[in-house]
């Protein structure tokens, strides 16, 4: 079966501008969630949905921002984007929250902003 | 949340068993352990993961000490395809998830 899939995978913006990033879970999966990967900080959490409902929030500003489809496709937002936002963005999809059974994640969006 | 400890890196020969150790000291009774590992320019990968059971599944074995404060990952016959870094997480159970919380995990050398 097909795995997550995240679009586009590679971005470049320009400081200020705002971004959205898609991504699609294994179908039969509920549960999305995001990740943001930076070699200064790993990878860190910033948001879960299940059933159109966010569920869990990391600790990222307002700017970062996301929502859950009816046929669980999510998106993620980024408003005014600044440098330091620069990063690998993951999306991992689980038949549940919490993830009690393993997310398994897409090859993530690879953002750059100058 | 509860934390883990691994070691920063970790070098076996190919085809031979790996063993990736970890801490988690203050684990509570409704943590899970998970294991996942990362190759280069890919997202993370789930291995596998366990409550109190040992487990074994085809990619490889988790041996949960009995107290729960640590436990072992087990490559059985390591390949040049397992060089990655191996992250060892906790994730309560049920409600209240906070979503997986990587800490630097073992980078994982294998040489041929």
Known sequence: KAGVTQTPRYL???RGQQVTLSCSPISGHRSVSWYQQTPG????????YFSET???????PGRFS??????SRSEMNVSTLELGDSALYLCASSLTWGGQRGYTFGSGTRLTVV | DAKTTQPNSMESNEEEPVHLPCNHSTISGTDYIHWYRQLPSQGPEYVIHGLTSNVNNRMASLAIAE???????ILHRAT????AVYYCILSRSGGGADGLTFGKGTHLIIQP
């Open chain 2, 80 to 83: 040049l395809r397992d060089a």
């Open chain 1, 41 to 48: 900080q790993g990878l860190q959490f910033l948001f879960e």
């Open chain 1, 54 to 60: 966010q569920r869990n929030k990391g600790n990222f």
């Open chain 2, 67 to 73: 107290d729960r404060k640590s436990s072992t990952l």
């Open chain 1, 66 to 71: 996301g929502r859950q489809f009816s046929n």
């Open chain 1, 12 to 14: 470049i913006k320009t």
